[in-house]
């Protein structure tokens, strides 16, 4: 027999806590920083008291959509001026965010769900700050990928984050062809639309008995945390219509063994002649060095020069 959910206990007495309210205001945030914000992926009681005292603190807040960020400040009862930041404006508003710095202020960014800049944006904005000789401080909280892989219960201590593969087909599949003797976990995201196709290009690449992790909606009401081999994958999916909804982080088991020293060599030189040749011509080269295939070393090397793009 289940057991009920215990009642929530008061989290005012937390907070009024004057040993922790004390710690947080004695916390150093200087001037003219950057300050990298985790908030939360879903629940929205997933975030540090630090970082609500920094945006507290903070002259303005540089976040992914405005309206989203508007909300979650909300709820927190916080009101800052807001600076729209996206994939689409990430260069130009890092000017404006680089001359606000400049004068002194301290500026939070954050993006709509985690931690900025692992597959989201942000990471533009970073760089250039830190180009133009100024701070950047992170305060650390919520992430998918890290959230997943620490209930996947796969065993290994090295993870391959590769966030979103790529939207066509062609190029998804070359990527995951050249991580198929990949030791480390690896982790994907993914959007309920493009759940079924990439589910079944992994089939393709790993094939059926390498166990796959499907973790969906992560903090929320109807989260699903979901284990089996890629050859029982599509079952699950189609099995519920809503497992086609909400964003999934996808952890497959590394290769059963790490790849050749052989297949290591190939990398090491193809990642070298891609700084200067075609991949054609990398390929070619690789074969003459290496003496191995040139068509598998240009497989390779397409998904070498996929994965620096």
Known sequence: ?????PPLQ???????????????????????TLYVVA?????VCDISLRALHLLALAD???CE???????LMTRYGLHKPLIAAHQHNEREVADKIIARLQAGERIALVSDAGTPGVSDPGAKIVDAVRQAGLQVSPLPGASAAISALSASGLIHDQFHFIGFLPAKAGQRDTLLQGLTSVAATMIFYEAPHRIIDSTQAMLTAFGAERPVVFARELTKLFEEIHRCTLGEAQAWLTA???REKGEYVVLI????SAASDDQLEARRILSILLNECSVKQAASLAAQITGQKKNALYELALALKSAQE
Do not use: K
Not at 17 to 27: D, G, H, L, T, W
Not at 253 to 256: I, R, T
């Open 1 to 5: 027999m289940s057991q009920a959910t």
């Open 253 to 256: 088991q590394g290769a059963a």
């Open 65 to 71: 959509d405005t309206r989203n960020t508007a909300q």
């Open 39 to 43: 908030t939360p992926i879903g629940n």
């Open 240 to 242: 519920d219509s809503h």
């Open 60 to 62: 303005a807040v540089a």
């Open 10 to 32: 008061p989290i005012q007495p937390l907070l009024a806590n004057a040993a922790i309210m004390e710690a947080v205001s004695r916390q150093n945030y200087p001037a003219a």
